[in-house]
């Protein structure tokens, strides 16, 4: 019966098969079940957008909106931020001999000393970032060049990395740990921050430089195999990567807890940037306890161990000071735009409004007649 | 003794005309037995089993075969091309993203097609192995179905089913007659009467049947249900008796037997050759146009994909032409891939931007699609509106692919009888040399037989009497009509006799029957044919016996027919029934004028009317009838070529007797359904074989035309007296001078100070029309013409049209140069041409058979349900799919554009600006859902208000949603949308102008975000936005809405937590670990997906409103009239005066 009423359906009753299934059919009833779903006629709520509904709509958006973007403008403009090129383009820039000497075999660290005012005391933290341009940390080649496996502290892709990790997959015979573009690339400039006093004298300024990468990368997705313990063992039988002047696991020897993968200067650096111009976390500058400001107005001294280059493709280096609020960073962005939608909502509200009014009143007019 | 003539002279004809065609007939040795030596060689001919196959694949080629017919289409061969590209070379995206989706649409399809298939060899083998009963030597045999062979004797009993084509040799019946119904070949459920061979009739055992001694010789089969020529030799005492073979001999598969015990019959044709495999073939498949815009734009959609990624390419290389940006020391090459050769490098680059974009095309649009469709047309099969309580039947989707095109009609072809008209006949009165006869009918509906009737004018003399039962017999002979008893009873032996309430007459022609009721009504009562005699109850309750001699079947072209009978006193009658247009020429005497003026004065009254003719025959000319049909019937080539001259020989110097009159009473609703289309704008013709006053008068009751409706004639009276020519620029100049005055909006028709125009023509004057143009070019351009009178008249009846020219009408509008959309309409077989050539075929479950519904597109039980389907459900599913099509389209630009536009940001790397997953889920799960809900539910105004209201119907006509510049709107809204969501992500992430992003969740913890929170920011507003826009469009919220549109963000929120959730195992890269929650926790995120949305929804929100309020189509006002209605119920009598005045 299936087939045949199968084939009635598809086929026009194609050769029917079963000598009894003309009477069968007509005896069953066709007639349709009478469902609300299968009348279409289910209740249903149907709104229209006029003029009329939609005009609240704009009022209140625009209302809610233009409030919030002031409140975001004045927010991101009450954040301190200062920032410095110390790149060396300019042959009067301290880091100038730095940039123009560098060499991939130099032994001795190139240090330039920047030195800069601060107008504005800075309250509260202060996080201390690098930034980037013109490097494409979000070119394809070089996001997809890294093993996950590897970070994660898999044993088998420590010692077999990743074909995405080619051409920083192995050295002289030995696979690289951390394999791959990325790490190769490591930003390894040393920046320090000094406070110079009004006797001349400069105090260092401590830097903390941990608990600025995610938490769950620096517990769970980056690891270092077999444990924290003695990581030299750990990753015997691996080569460092070529741009590297450290193996992985003396990275920071001073704390078994930021060394090898979980580094979070390491972990920060894997986080591809979205875009070529880029910061990236480096370190926060705590508030003390007492009363005084983080960074008090005055001079100040950057010290910089000059090992990363990039004048070779046009690139950028700077440092960037910047409190926070509680929206983040500066971005008076996000102030204007809501400020701006909030604006044109208002706008096309008292439009709608005209138009509303006008349009009702042609229509009733019309039909007043009939 | 007449018999002998006729076999002496079937032989001489045989020798001399029958063996020029050898090669198209088949031998049949029957019972396998060698022909006599010397009469002729015995060839065996190689035929095929009886084996049925339908299903396409078997067990061993379904993968290769099923998967050959998929990628035959051009959309999975696209995407099959796409995901083998990812598979060769480095692309940006896993094959994951595209083979996935193909893998399940292909699997899906082929599921769906391998149960299909599945469920068709289950019907095969319940087909092939169905025993049947064989005779073999003398004994019936049990065998398999499909292990039947060409010339097996086969034995077939009551109810039961014909296992191949066979020609009947002998039955239980005396009279070697047997009834069979063709329901399920095509679906007319009368019994049908076949003969045996004459000269095997006696032969009813099993062992007589096995001692028959022939060959058949006949066509090779050919698909003609109703068409069948050969011929039989019989052997006996080796003298060679040939006999002709027609379609009355020849039993069909698939047909069954019935009130016959049981046949004997040989096997002709045998599995794929029966006439019923050859008529399974799958109609040529329409396509919609909403299909065509599809197809258009997704050519737009390649050019720009193209495009893209040439444009990139290009960029790409531009870019790169500097090698520190090319290959920077901290991003450098493989050797393998340094090595390869800049335009090798080129091209895999091009295609992998391809790859990267293929996305804007969506794989899951077909899908989608199709379930719409196939889904959708549930909703006509469920309609209660459209269920015929009287019928039993409720509408069948034929095709579920036209559905939006019952949205876009602009051309209703209709046939008049059994659609406009009931096809329940009704005899009123017929005419006798003048007099007029009307049958007392008694108002309970009981027919009281041998009952008076009122006779209009004086009581006629007695020869008048005589003439007028002879009238009276020639109906009750002169026709095809069976009488069936009552199935409780047991065989024809019970008879009529017993009980005349058991008995109703069966025939294929519903006048035939009203005519021979109408007859008993006036007391002659047709009471069955035995043994070649028919019989006859007449007044005085005696049983008169005509002898059956021959029966000139009806056929369109002659539009008569006629029998020979002898009556009992040995006296030779022909009476001869058809459309007065074919009588009156061949009548020589009689009271021809009288009896015209009656017919002319009936058809106006849109009655149909027959008349009935007579004429006596002398032994001699009768010799010479059977001489001359006989030679015919033994014709194998151009038979009824010869039986159509020797008809038209022997139907002449007829004695005319009078008339009939058979009412046609209309459909119910039908004139409101005509008028209703003509508001939705649809033009409605009428198709018809009638006669023009009939079909005319139907017309007017119809309301196709108006009182006000001047009416043009385009007919042979008028070619007559004018050439063609200039009847042709007559009317043109007459329709144009009115249409030059009147403006677009007066084109309904309804407003009274312009008149509209109808249009009748008749078949002859078409042809002459559609003659292709002669060499003289002052006479070419007729069509043309034609055409333009057509266009300018609301309504345009055809009469006196065959079958064929039904068809050439529906072609010649949809090859007009406006291409409208057709619909046509009708319920019987000559309505099947044009059902298929519109493009939209209804069928009407009517009276006439079950072609029409079988040929169909759709097929509803009664005209009036047209309506609801045309102004109802094909309005809903246009503005569906429309917004399926468009919302498509959008959504993957707003998908894809971005990607696009970051690859300016990465240096033209390719680099996805989405995680693998999200590529992959976003059009199969996270957006799919709420469209195809949307595309199966959405009702943008109430069923009522539409049936209400058909002018609505001309909102959406003439593809006006998926026009261009509607198109162009949805592409340019989803370019900006897609600009809004990244640049809005951009400066959110950007800092070279303002500084800093250091997105911080709290104080205390302070993470920078990279390129995959990017893009999942991007992606989560996009993901919203859309969906968002669906539900701005929906104006039809159920419950199943909400619940699909807020179950499908929740779900994508749920999966984005659960996706970054965990790392993975399976999963070589973890680059989606916490991502998403880091996005969330943290506020700005929060604060610029709202913005975002809200601003890639505002300029649509606005579009929509000002458009609403200031040009505002129909539908709009009536929504917004129906909201005011809502809140003011006082002014529903405003809304109903709008409503009719916004129709013009």
Redesign the interface.
């Known amino acids: 019966m299936m087939a045949s009423s199968y084939n009635a359906k598809e086929e026009d009753g194609h050769h029917s098969g079963a000598s009894s299934h003309g009477a069968a059919g007509a005896v069953k009833s066709k007639k349709p079940d009478n469902t609300a779903f299968k009348q279409q006629r289910l209740p249903a709520w149907q709104p229209i957008l006029t003029a009329g509904t939609v005009l609240p709509a704009f009022f209140v958006i625009g209302l809610i909106f233009i409030p919030i973007g002031i409140g975001l403008f004045v927010s991101s403009n009450n954040i301190k931020e200062f920032q410095i090129d110390y790149t060396g383009v300019d042959i009067s820039s301290p880091c100038y001999s730095c940039a123009k000497n560098f060499s991939w075999n130099s032994t001795t660290p190139c240090v330039c000393y920047v030195p800069f005012t601060l107008n504005q005391s800075f309250e509260s933290n202060v996080f201390m970032y690098y930034g980037l341009s013109n490097f494409y940390q979000n070119h394809r080649r070089y996001v997809k060049s890294r093993d996950d496996s590897q970070l994660n502290g898999d044993r088998s892709a420590l010692t077999n990395p990743s074909k995405e990790c080619e051409p920083y997959r192995t050295s002289d015979g030995l696979p690289i740990a951390p394999c791959g573009a990325i790490a190769n690339s490591l930003f390894n400039d040393t920046l320090e921050l000094y406070h110079i006093d009004s006797n001349g004298t400069s105090n260092p300024i401590p830097l903390a430089k941990k608990g600025i990468a995610w938490w769950t990368d620096k517990h769970v997705k980056f690891r270092n195999p077999g444990g924290n313990n003695n990581l030299s063992v750990a990753f015997h039988g691996t080569n460092k990567p070529v741009n590297w002047r450290n193996p992985v696991y003396e990275l920071d020897p001073s704390d078994p807890e930021n060394n090898g993968f979980i580094n979070e200067d390491f972990i920060v650096w894997m986080r591809t940037a979205a875009l070529p111009t880029f910061r990236k976390l480096y370190r926060i500058i705590q508030k003390k306890p007492n009363t005084t400001p983080t960074l008090p107005s005055g001079k100040y001294l950057l010290t910089i161990t000059y090992n990363y280059p990039v004048l070779s493709f046009d690139g950028r280096k700077r440092m960037i000071l910047s409190t926070i609020s509680w929206m983040g960073g500066k971005n008076p962005f996000l102030g204007i735009a809501y400020i701006t939608v909030g604006s044109i909502c208002f706008f096309l509200g008292v439009v709608l409004l005209i138009i509303h009014h006008k349009y009702d009143t042609r229509n009733n007019s019309a039909d007043i007649p009939n | 003794m007449g018999m002998d003539v006729s076999t002496l002279r079937t032989l001489i004809s045989r020798y001399c005309v029958g063996e020029e065609n050898w090669v198209d007939s088949r031998t049949i040795y029957i019972g396998h037995k060698e022909p006599p030596p010397g009469t002729e060689a015995f060839i065996q001919q190689r035929f095929p089993d009886n084996r ?1 196959v ?1 299903s396409k694949y078997t067990f061993w080629n379904f993968i290769p075969k099923n998967m050959f017919e998929q990628f035959r289409r051009v959309a999975n061969f696209y995407f099959l091309i796409i995901f083998l590209v990812q598979l060769i070379i480095d692309t ?1 995206t896993s094959p994951i993203t595209s083979g996935l989706p193909l893998f399940f649409v292909i699997t899906v399809t082929a599921i769906k097609q391998g149960y ?1 298939d599945w ?2 060899h ?3 083998n ?2 092939n192995q ?1 025993p049947v009963h064989v005779v073999q030597h003398g004994k019936v045999v049990r065998k398999q179905s499909r292990k039947l062979r060409v010339g097996d004797v086969v034995f077939v009993k009551e ?3 014909f296992p191949c084509d066979l020609i009947l040799l002998s039955t239980s019946r005396d009279e070697g007659v047997c009834y069979v119904t063709t ?3 095509d ?1 007319e459920s009368s019994h049908k009467t076949y003969f045996a061979v004459q000269d095997t009739k006696a032969y009813n055992t099993e062992q007589e049947v096995d001692s028959i001694h022939a060959t058949i010789e006949c066509e090779q089969p050919q698909p003609d249900l109703y068409k069948f020529v050969g011929r039989i030799n019989i052997y006996m005492d080796n003298e060679p008796v040939a006999r002709p073979l027609g379609s009355e001999n020849l039993l069909l ?2 047909a ?1 037997l019935k009130n016959t015990e049981y046949i004997y019959a040989v096997a002709i044709y045998t599995g794929m050759e029966t006439k ?2 050859l008529n ?1 073939q799958s109609k040529t498949q329409k396509r919609s146009a909403v299909e065509k815009s599809m197809n258009a734009y997704l050519v737009v959609y390649l050019f720009i994909l193209i495009s893209k990624a040439f444009v990139n390419t290009v960029l790409k290389y531009v870019w790169q032409a500097d090698p ?2 090319d290959e ?8 393998s891939e340094r090595q390869r050769h800049i335009v090798i490098r080129a091209f895999t680059d091009f295609l992998a931007f391809m790859v990267l974009f293929n996305y804007i095309i969506p794989v899951s649009m077909y899908v989608t699609v199709e379930m719409q469709k196939f889904l959708g047309s ?2 006509i ?4 509106e459209m ?1 015929d ?1 009287e019928l ?3 509408a069948v989707v ?1 095709t579920s692919d036209l559905n939006e095109e019952l949205g876009q009609v602009e051309y209703v072809f209709t046939d008049k009888t059994g659609t406009l008209t009931e096809n329940n006949m009704e005899f009123i009165e017929c005419c006798v040399d003048g007099h007029v006869y009307v049958p007392h009918v008694i108002l309970n509906g009981q027919v009281m037989p041998g009952a008076g009737m009122d006779m209009i004018d004086t009581s006629p003399g007695p020869e008048a009497r005589e003439h007028e039962e002879l009238f009276f017999r020639a109906l009750c002979l002169c026709h095809t009509v069976q009488v069936k008893e009552e199935e409780t009873v047991d065989g024809i032996k019970q008879g009529i006799h017993q009980g005349k309430s058991t008995s109703f007459y069966i025939s294929s022609s519903p006048d035939e029957v009203a005519l021979v009721e109408g007859m008993k009504r006036l007391g002659f009562t047709y009471l069955r044919l035995k043994d070649s005699h028919m019989e006859i109850l007449n007044r005085e309750d005696e049983i008169e016996r005509f002898e059956l001699l021959e029966v000139l079947t009806f056929d369109s072209v002659r539009r008569r027919m006629s029998v020979i009978v002898r009556s009992s006193s040995g006296q030779l009658y022909l009476f001869c029934k058809g459309a007065d247009s074919s009588i009156f020429p061949r009548v020589i005497s009689g009271k021809v004028e009288q009896v015209k003026a009656r017919v002319e004065h009936n058809a106006v009254e849109g009655l149909r009317t027959l008349c009935v003719a007579y004429r006596l025959l002398s032994p001699e000319q009768y010799q010479e009838v059977c001489h001359l049909l006989s030679g015919a019937k033994l014709a194998l080539q151009d038979r009824d070529k010869r039986l159509a001259e020797a008809y038209d020989i022997i139907e002449k110097d007829l004695i005319l007797l009078g008339a009939t009159a058979v009412e046609d009473r209309l459909q119910e609703k039908a004139a409101d359904t005509i008028e209703s289309l003509h508001k939705a704008g649809m033009k409605v013709w009428v198709l018809t074989g009638d006669k023009m006053e009939t079909a005319a008068a139907t017309c007017y009751a119809s309301k196709l035309f108006h009182r006000n409706t001047q009416i043009l004639e385009l007919t042979t009276k008028r070619t007559e007296e004018q050439s063609l020519h200039d009847v042709l620029f007559d009317l043109s100049r007459t329709v144009l001078r009115q249409h030059g005055g009147m403006t677009r909006d007066t084109f309904s028709g309804l407003s009274g100070d312009c008149t509209d125009y109808g249009l009748i023509i008749d078949g002859a004057t078409l042809s002459a029309v559609m003659r292709p143009p002669q060499e003289d070019s002052n006479s070419g351009n007729y069509k043309e013409i034609f055409l333009e009178i057509c266009r300018n008249c609301s309504a345009v009846l055809c009469c006196r049209m065959a079958p064929l020219q039904k068809a050439q009408i529906v072609k010649l509008i949809k090859a007009s140069k406006e291409h409208p959309i057709t619909l046509a309409i009708g319920d019987g077989a000559n309505d099947v041409s044009m059902i298929l050539e519109a493009h939209v075929g209804v069928g009407i479950m009517g009276k006439e058979g079950r072609q029409a519904v ?1 040929n169909s597109d759709y097929a509803i039980p009664k005209f009036k349900h047209l309506k609801k389907m045309l102004l109802v459900h094909g309005h ?1 599913y246009y503005i569906r799919i429309s917004e399926l099509v468009q919302y498509f389209f959008y959504k993957n630009v707003c998908f894809i554009f971005p990607q696009f536009l970051y690859q300016f ?3 033209f ?4 600006l989405y995680d693998t997953a999200y590529l992959t889920l976003y059009n199969i799960s996270f957006t799919s859902l709420p469209i195809l809900l949307y595309s199966l ?1 959405e ?1 943008h105004i ?2 009522d208000i539409l049936k209400k209201d058909p002018s609505l119907y001309r909102d959406i006509a003439k593809n006006s949603l998926l026009r261009w510049p509607i198109f162009i709107y949805w592409t340019i809204l989803g370019v900006y949308d897609a600009i809004v969501m990244f640049f ?1 992500a ?7 102008t ?7 969740m709290t ?9 995959w ?3 999942t920011l991007v992606f989560t507003v996009l993901v919203f936005t859309v969906t968002f826009k669906l539900a ?1 469009d929906t ?7 909400h619940f699909v549109i807020w179950g499908s963000l929740i779900f994508f929120v749920v999966f984005s937590l659960l996706w970054g959730g965990i ?1 993975w195992p399976f999963l ?4 989606m ?2 991502v998403f929650m ?1 996005m969330l926790s ?3 995120a929060w ?2 997906i709202i ?1 975002l949305i ?2 890639g929804l ?1 300029p649509d ?2 579009k ?3 458009w ?3 040009w505002p189509t129909t539908t709009e006002r009536i ?2 009239k129906r ?1 005011c209605l809502a809140s003011e119920p006082s002014t529903i009598f ?1 809304l109903s ?2 409503s009719s ?1 916004i129709s013009f």
């Open positions: 049925i339908s940006p299909e469920l068709r289950k019907a095969d319940s087909v169905c109810n039961e089913t329901a399920s070949l679906g598969r698939g069954t019923m495999a399974y520190n940006r920077p020391w901290y991003n450098d090459r493989t050797e549930y909703f099969m469920w309609d209660d269920f309580e039993g039947e409720r034929n079988r809903y940001f990465c240096g790397s390719q680099q996805p539910i009702q109430n069923m809005g951009y400066f959110l992430f950007d800092n070279t303002f500084t800093s992003n250091g997105q911080l104080t205390n913890t302070q993470m920078m975000f990279g390129n929170t990017f893009g701005l104006h039809y919220w159920t419950w199943i809405n790392i070589n890269y973890q680059r670990y916490y880091q943290s506020g700005p604060l610029s913005l809200t601003a505002l929100v606005l929509k409103v000002i609403r309020a200031l929504q917004t909201r405003m005066q709008t005045r």
